[in-house]
C-alpha cells in the first residue's frame, strides 16, 4: 500500500515557523495621520507597542495594534547595551526594513514610526533630512527625535520635507546622562512651563504625535488638552494622552533589570504572546490601563 504524501503547496508550515494570518482588511482600514486624527477626534485612545523584527510586528498588528515604533531601546532589549545612546543608524535602518518586511508580508495596516538615534540629528538640520530619508526609505512612514527647543526648526525642517515627525518630551533616554538618570519630568511650576512652551512648539512646527515619558498624570492631561494636533503618547505619564505605548519585552514580563512602575505584565494573564497583546489593546482602548494610582505620578 503506497501512503499519500500531502501536498507541500497545499500547507502553510515551514521549517523555521510562519507570520500570522493578514489583518482582516475590510474590518480594519490602514492607519495613516488623518485616520489618528479621526480616532483622536472620535475620543478613541491610540495604541502602539514597540517591534523589532517581522514576525512581533505581525504579531501586533494582527492584535489590533495600530502604531508600531522601531525604538532606539534596542539597543537596551536586543543589543545589551546600557542605554541607547550606542544604537547607530544603520542599526535602526536594519530592524525598521525587518518590521516592515513583516508588515507588508502580511498585508498589515499599522502606522510605522521609527527613532532616530542619539548624534543622527543633532549637528544640522540636513543631517536630520539625511538620517530620516535613511529610515523612511528603509520603510518607516514617520520618524521619532526627543527633546524640545532646539529640535523645532528641525522638526519644521523635516516636516515641509515631507516627512511626519513625533516628537518625544519629558525623560528623553537619550540624553539620560544629562538628566541624572531615569527621574520624573515636569516636576514643579518652572519645568511644568518649559514642557507646556516645548510641547506647544513642537505642534506649531508641525509634529503630529508626541511621545510623553514620565511626565506627572495631570500635566499629561492638561498637554493633551492643549495640544488638539500632537497626539499625545504617554508611557508613565497616566491615562489622560491620547494613547499609549509600552517596549514590547516590558508587556511581555521580559525584562533583564526592575520592572518600571508604569509597566504592567500583560503575558502573566493572558498567557501568550498574541493574547498579551489584544489584552494590551483592550486595556488601554477601555481606560483600565494605565491606572494612574499605579502606573504615574
Same mark, same amino acid.
Given at each position: 500500500?503506497?501512503?499519500?504524501?500531502?501536498?507541500? *503547496? !497545499?500547507?502553510?508550515?515551514?521549517?523555521?515557523?510562519?507570520?500570522?494570518?493578514?489583518?482582516?482588511?475590510?474590518?480594519?482600514?490602514?492607519? *495613516? @495621520?488623518?485616520?489618528?486624527?479621526?480616532?483622536?477626534?472620535?475620543?478613541?485612545?491610540?495604541?502602539?507597542?514597540? !517591534?523589532?523584527?517581522?514576525?512581533?510586528?505581525?504579531m501586533?498588528?494582527?492584535?489590533?495594534?495600530?502604531? %508600531?515604533?522601531?525604538?532606539?531601546?534596542?539597543?537596551?532589549?536586543?543589543?545589551?547595551?546600557?542605554?541607547?545612546?550606542?544604537?547607530s543608524?544603520?542599526?535602526? =535602518?536594519?530592524?525598521?526594513? *525587518?518590521?516592515?518586511?513583516g508588515?507588508?508580508?502580511?498585508?498589515?495596516?499599522?502606522?510605522?514610526?521609527?527613532?532616530?538615534?542619539?548624534?543622527?540629528?543633532?549637528?544640522?538640520?540636513?543631517?536630520?533630512?539625511?538620517?530620516?530619508?535613511?529610515?523612511?526609505?528603509?520603510? =518607516?512612514?514617520?520618524?521619532k527625535?526627543e527633546?524640545?527647543?532646539?529640535?523645532?526648526?528641525?522638526?519644521?525642517?523635516?516636516?515641509?520635507?515631507?516627512?511626519? +515627525?513625533?516628537?518625544?518630551?519629558? @525623560?528623553?533616554?537619550?540624553?539620560?546622562? !544629562?538628566?541624572?538618570g531615569?527621574?520624573?519630568?515636569?516636576?514643579?511650576?518652572?519645568? &511644568?512651563?518649559?514642557?507646556?512652551q516645548?510641547?506647544?512648539?513642537?505642534?506649531? !512646527?508641525?509634529?503630529?504625535?508626541?511621545?510623553?515619558?514620565?511626565?506627572?498624570? =495631570?500635566?499629561?492631561?492638561?498637554?493633551?488638552?492643549?495640544?488638539?494636533?500632537?497626539h499625545?503618547?504617554? %508611557?508613565?505619564?497616566?491615562?489622560?494622552?491620547?494613547?499609549? +505605548?509600552?517596549?514590547?519585552?516590558?508587556?511581555?514580563?521580559?525584562?533583564?533589570?526592575?520592572?518600571?512602575?508604569?509597566?504592567?505584565d500583560?503575558?502573566?494573564?493572558?498567557? *501568550?504572546?498574541?493574547?498579551?497583546m489584544? =489584552?494590551?489593546?483592550? &486595556?488601554?482602548? &477601555?481606560?483600565?490601563?494605565?491606572?494612574?494610582?499605579?502606573?504615574?505620578?
Amino acid at each position: 500500500m503506497t501512503t499519500a504524501i500531502p501536498n507541500a *503547496s !497545499a500547507s502553510s508550515a515551514t521549517p523555521y515557523g510562519t507570520l500570522p494570518p493578514a489583518s482582516p482588511l475590510p474590518e480594519r482600514r490602514p492607519v *495613516s @495621520l488623518p485616520r489618528l486624527q479621526q480616532m483622536r477626534e472620535a475620543g478613541e485612545k491610540i495604541t502602539m507597542l514597540t !517591534a523589532y523584527d517581522a514576525t512581533f510586528a505581525a504579531m501586533a498588528d494582527a492584535a489590533g495594534v495600530e502604531c %508600531i515604533l522601531v525604538g532606539d531601546s534596542l539597543g537596551m532589549v536586543c543589543q545589551g547595551l546600557p542605554s541607547t545612546v550606542g544604537v547607530s543608524l544603520d542599526t535602526m =535602518a536594519y530592524h525598521t526594513a *525587518s518590521v516592515a518586511r513583516g508588515l507588508h508580508r502580511v498585508q498589515g495596516t499599522a502606522w510605522l514610526i521609527a527613532d532616530l538615534p542619539f548624534g543622527t540629528y543633532a549637528e544640522n538640520r540636513e543631517q536630520a533630512l539625511r538620517s530620516a530619508c535613511t529610515l523612511m526609505q528603509a520603510g =518607516a512612514h514617520m520618524v521619532k527625535l526627543e527633546g524640545g527647543g532646539w529640535t523645532a526648526p528641525t522638526v519644521e525642517f523635516l516636516v515641509q520635507r515631507g516627512v511626519p +515627525v513625533c516628537a518625544h518630551l519629558g @525623560l528623553t533616554p537619550q540624553t539620560v546622562h !544629562a538628566l541624572g538618570g531615569y527621574r520624573v519630568q515636569g516636576k514643579g511650576d518652572l519645568a &511644568a512651563r518649559t514642557l507646556r512652551q516645548q510641547a506647544s512648539e513642537l505642534q506649531n !512646527a508641525g509634529a503630529t504625535m508626541m511621545v510623553l515619558e514620565m511626565v506627572p498624570a =495631570a500635566l499629561a492631561r492638561e498637554l493633551t488638552a492643549e495640544l488638539p494636533h500632537c497626539h499625545t503618547i504617554g %508611557i508613565g505619564a497616566g491615562s489622560g494622552t491620547a494613547g499609549q +505605548v509600552l517596549v514590547l519585552h516590558d508587556m511581555l514580563g521580559i525584562h533583564l533589570a526592575k520592572m518600571p512602575r508604569f509597566v504592567h505584565d500583560f503575558m502573566q494573564e493572558a498567557g *501568550s504572546v498574541r493574547g498579551a497583546m489584544q =489584552a494590551y489593546v483592550q &486595556a488601554v482602548k &477601555a481606560g483600565r490601563f494605565p491606572d494612574d494610582a499605579l502606573h504615574a505620578w
